[in-house]
């Protein structure tokens, strides 16, 4: 049993917006500094939107960019009703960071395999989002054989015509009860909802276990790098992976379901998650559809 929604979802669009912040921070930050430090907050709908941030990196050119980052991805919104917040971060957690690269929260974390249900799921999750760029949300549940798909925007016959590719390409097109819409054609969206950051971690996030949110975050918190470290790690072993860590820790400990484990430098976590952002072309890809 899965449930995933689209990048029109509103705390998608919330997701992506703090995420093509971060990517503007890193690309303020430049060579200059390889690892800024932010955290955004994102609430959007009707019309409105508030964005809070901590950050490292200088305030003016961040100020600058937003902008088109708001109209690129949610040009609803308008200008003078998005009100922005900058402030630098705390200076006992700046110097958490100052001599070298340590975890830069507590947290514990789960990493799983993708099942092939999720996978199904976020095909086609993808799929319906890039058909009718509109807000979806969809539901699979294998045990009972129930498909539900809620799209916004269109009718039912056309979601059905677009549902049956993703069905063809896993061999399930005899396998669901597909319900559609089961209160009619409706219209979504931040205009007539809200959306926050870090809002829908079980579509993000499946199976997987965080206790705190993947996005809107540089690559020195933990909720960002560890998680992302240990689904990889979890898909490349086809097993349960499981962290915890202490803010300040140099390194974290990946304990495997078969009882292994293996040891990382927090400096090596960081890298390695760099590397599969980086492999996701940036953090507002990321938001898109987090780990799954």
Sequence with gaps: MFEKVNLYHPDKVADRVAGAITDLAYSIAGSHEANPKIATEVLIGHGHALIIIETSVPKEPLMAGIP??????????KPELTNVYITQQDPHLAANQKDNIRCGDNGIFRGMPITPEQMFLATLASDLGAAFNSDGKYIVDDSAHKLI???????CEEILNATLPTLRLYNKLDYYDI???PLGDWDGGTDVDCGATNRKLGSDMGDAVTGGGLHGKDLSKADVSVNVVCNWLAKKRNMRVDACCAIGDDSITFR????????MLYAEVVERARTIIDDWWGFERFAEFGLI
């Design 256 to 263: 495997y379901e078969d009882g292994a484990s293996e040891m």
């Design 179 to 181: 319900i559609i819409n």
């Design 149 to 155: 798909i809620c799209q916004s925007k269109s009718k």
């Design 68 to 77: 088109d980052i708001m109209q690129r991805i949610c040009p609803s919104i």
